[in-house]
């Protein structure tokens, strides 16, 4: 079961979650539960300013086809990411029994994936996730689904754009273009984001569907988050709990690769 879930988290790039959805401090032998906790700063360095961190706990859901019967099956695993909105991030996903299945830290010097069970990693730059040479995979914008947490939904800097005047256009939508000039469109149900889409690897279409907003300290978020790829689910995150102003130990920045340890793709 590890491995389908190891397999199964690389196909859909962290995600997520991460991008995901998205890991953090599995560092350690296999089956161990997670390691690395927030805790009081020893000295004032560790101290984050207002709004500039969060811990979020959610249930990550991934959904697979099986190739033998041809119906979805869901994994469910907890998870936890730790967020410096902008400057990094750690997320850790667990699964039954508290077994590590896979970490993840991202700073702006650089990214790192564990997957201790297997004995695997990946290493990146920049802020889009995953494995560039396939293109079968989606990369994730780490920075828009961390944001997620924390009620920003769509890209920050956006500029909204007239809407095409053929078959192509979509009643209600909003049309936009992220500031490194990516397209995307959008539309809201009142005062809320429903949904955000753009065109992915391979021509494929990536949505994300926003449901059940609710309050988390005071911010309104929504609880449910639903990852479609060409209009199938394959990933659903459920918001249990967000803490803002969080202090977080030095050690939740430290991801060690061990020498055993294979490069996937290698």
């Known amino acids: ?119 695997l990693y990946m290493k990146g730059v920049g802020y889009m996730v995953g494995l560039l040479n396939n293109d079968e995979l989606p990369l994730v914008h780490i920075h828009q689904v961390a944001d997620i947490f924390d009620g920003r939904l769509l890209p920050e800097g956006y500029e909204e754009v007239a809407p095409p005047n053929d078959s192509t256009r979509v009643e209600g939508a909003m049309y936009a273009r992220e500031k490194m000039g990516r397209p995307f469109t959008f539309r809201k149900e009142g005062d809320h984001v429903s949904w955000l889409s753009r065109m992915g690897r391979g021509g ?34 459920r918001i249990k709990k967000v803490t803002r102003n969080k202090s977080f130990s030095s050690g939740t920045w430290r991801l060690n690769i061990p020498k055993s340890f294979k490069r996937v793709g290698e």
Not at 39 to 58: N, Q, V
Not at 221 to 226: D, E, L, Q
């Open 1 to 119: 079961m590890v491995r389908v879930l190891k397999d199964t988290f690389l196909k859909f790039s962290c995600s997520i979650f991460v991008l995901f959805f998205v890991t953090v401090v599995l560092v350690g032998c296999a089956g161990q539960k997670p390691v690395v906790e927030p805790s009081a700063p020893a000295d004032s360095a560790t101290a984050e300013a207002p709004r500039d961190s969060l811990r979020a706990k959610f249930l990550l859901t991934i959904v697979q086809k099986d190739s033998a019967t041809g119906k979805d099956v869901a994994q469910e695993l907890d998870a936890v990411i730790f967020s410096v909105p902008g400057k990094r991030y750690r997320m850790e996903l667990t699964g039954p029994l508290g077994i590590g299945v896979a970490s993840l830290l991202w700073q702006e010097e650089g990214w790192q994936m564990t997957f201790p069970t297997e004995k």
């Open 204 to 237: 494929k279409t990536e949505t994300i569907r926003f449901y059940d907003f609710k309050e988390f300290e005071g911010v309104e978020t929504p609880s449910r988050i639903v990852f479609d790829l060409d209009g199938v689910r394959f990933l659903e995150i």
